[in-house]
């Protein structure tokens, strides 16, 4: 018998994010064995990730399990999970919108679903949130278009655009698009100050704070939590108050590291990117920073810039106060964030049971790196202790 087992993986960067897509067919049916099979593909738990595909960074550390779906005008069912890095865990807790973008190109490239020239347009179950997604890939002769001229910011070059509408994306955790049922929360940091929140699922839950409310300018780069840890403190301490009042979790101590995501918001300005690119005030309609895990985003998730794009555009939030009247008119928000600029397309309506979330569009860039095996010890996979 061989000392390793062989798992089909695809290694895929979907947005700005990289992770391994697995089918769940090639993985343990226990849960926590499946588990460690997945830690021992990633090399968790290791800073360095050095025994493993782990990249070492919470964007990197990601993974999509597929399943063919079983549900009437699905094509496939999708789990997203973040993995550990220095911890043995794996949070699926929320979804990715980036991983997101990478399911359609993995179901077309696998033949799991039926091609359409020249756009195929897949439709997803993600588990973790209970929402469908429908995700528009192009392609030619039967195969996914990688190349093209459309660009992301926070990844090097062009490709193949991909739009991903999020389908009544509201409530996604919660069952709630204003989770306490209301645009405004007032709660109280570690150090006494009280101040002015949002809290709103839509995607994933976030909750969002004026930067200036919390001592800062809302230009802040990750690099600057460096020098200025607080930073990042204050962020968490604001995460894991709302997941209390959210009803994510009974107490701040058992809030999950991935959900509800935090996010402080800024009016437009100019500023300069993590590479030294300049944007510009006209270019953006709000500016927002988020957390990845315990550091800055480096970038922009996609579920929680749909979130910040959906609260920009709810009235009385903390993020509708300080968005361009541009957005609150025409629906599309420009975001900026430590990387550049992220667009949402946002459907949302205001009815007499309150507001609804018909849908939320973004588009992506993916591209597939490694399609192969991964090595397993056998002795993991079969759970020999």
């Known amino acids: ?89 794996i949070d699926y807790a929320g979804n990715c919108g980036n991983i997101s973008s990478g399911v359609g190109v993995y179901a077309i490239q696998q033949g799991l679903v ?29 195969k996914v278009v990688t190349e093209g001229t459309y660009a992301i910011d926070g990844v090097p070059g062009t490709g193949a655009k991909i739009v991903l509408n999020f389908l009544n994306a509201g409530g996604a955790k919660t069952g709630h698009l204003l989770p306490t049922g209301n645009v405004v929360d007032e709660i109280q940091l570690a150090n006494g100050k009280k101040i002015r929140v949002s809290l709103v699922d839509a995607a994933n839950p976030s909750v969002f704070v004026k930067a200036e409310d919390i001592g800062l300018t809302g230009l802040e780069l990750p690099q600057d939590t460096e020098n200025n840890p607080e930073i990042l403190e204050i962020m968490e301490d604001i995460r894991t108050t709302a997941g209390v009042m959210m009803a994510l979790a009974a107490s701040k101590e058992n809030v999950g590291p991935a959900v509800p995501k935090v996010a402080f918001v800024a009016s437009p300005k100019d500023y300069k ?27 922009y998730a996609v579920t929680g810039g749909i979130c910040a794009a959906t609260a920009a555009l709810i009235e009385g939030t903390v993020v509708n106060e300080i968005v361009s009247e541009y957005a609150k008119n025409s629906g599309t928000v420009r975001l900026g964030h430590p990387s550049g600029i992220l667009d ?42």
Request: net charge neutral.
């Open 273 to 299: 990117t993590m590479t030294g690119a300049e944007i510009k005030a006209g270019e953006v309609d709000l500016i927002a920073r988020t957390k990845a895990m315990d550091v800055m985003h480096k970038a």
């Open 114 to 142: 039926s091609t359409v020239e020249p756009v195929t347009t897949v439709r997803i179950y993600n588990t973790n949130t209970k929402k469908v997604i429908e995700v528009s890939v192009p392609v030619k002769d039967g």
């Open 1 to 89: 018998m061989e000392e390793y087992v062989k798992i089909p993986a695809v290694y895929m960067r979907g947005g700005t994010s990289k992770g391994i897509y697995l089918m769940v067919k090639d993985l343990p049916e226990d849960p926590e064995r499946r588990d460690q099979v997945i830690l021992a593909i990633y090399g968790s738990p290791d800073a360095r990730q050095i025994n493993g595909m782990g990249g070492a960074d919470p964007l990197t550390s990601k993974v999509a399990l597929l399943a063919v779906s079983k549900i009437e005008g699905i094509d496939i069912d999708y789990t997203f999970g973040y993995v550990g890095i220095k911890d043995a865990m």
């Open 344 to 385: 949402f397309e946002i459907g949302l309506a205001k009815n007499p049971a309150g507001w609804h979330l018909d849908k939320a569009g973004v588009s992506r860039t993916a591209k597939i790196i490694m399609d192969g095996q991964v090595y397993v010890s056998r002795k993991v996979f079969d759970g020999i202790k």
